[in-house]
């Protein structure tokens, strides 16, 4: 699951809410070992991914870096390449 998590810092344009509460949902399924909670565990686990995105974005919002921001296109161009050579 981790694998899906895309460093989301330092892009252009910059990474979305929505972006962002994807990477914690699948940080959140990770550490919790569900993919979907049961409905007993819904609560707690959908308010770990409350608490997650709003924590990731702030870290985002607070990071600074001299290194000029990196173009999405190029990189998923890249990550497409690197995965179609692996795949043939």
Sequence with gaps: MCRNIKTLFNFEPPATDDEVRAASLQFVRKISGFTKPSQTNLQTFNRAVDDVTRIAR???????????????????????????????
């Design 58 to 88: 702030d870290l985002m919002d607070a990071l600074v870096t001299a290194a000029p921001p990196r173009d999405r296109e190029e990189v998923a161009e890249k990550a497409r390449a690197e995965a179609t050579k692996r795949w043939s």
